[in-house]
């Protein structure tokens, strides 16, 4: 049986840096889950592109609660 592996990154404007970690993420996840907590750039548009899973979350001033989250939507192991 194989383990299906989920990445996941919680991210506000991130549109220069995500791509790299998109790439990379790719090479060892069967599944990327993008936590958007507010951006107003193209980051949720550079991650649908790629094929990531975007959550848009309202950023509580609690990154506890964005984790939980980006836990919740993922389907890996």
């Known amino acids: 049986m194989m383990i ?3 990445a ?3 991210v ?3 549109a220069k840096n995500l ?3 998109l790439e990379n993420m790719q090479a060892i996840a069967d599944e990327l889950v993008v936590v958007d ?3 107003t750039d193209n980051t949720a548009g550079l991650a649908r592109a790629a094929g990531a899973r975007v959550i848009s979350y309202a ?3 609690d990154f506890a609660a964005a984790k939980n989250c ?3 939507a993922a389907q890996g192991e």
């Open 12 to 14: 506000k404007n991130e």
């Open 70 to 72: 980006a836990l919740d």
């Open 4 to 6: 299906k592996v989920s």
């Open 59 to 61: 950023w509580r001033d």
């Open 8 to 10: 996941c990154v919680i």
């Open 37 to 39: 907590t507010g951006s």
């Open 19 to 21: 791509p790299r970690w």
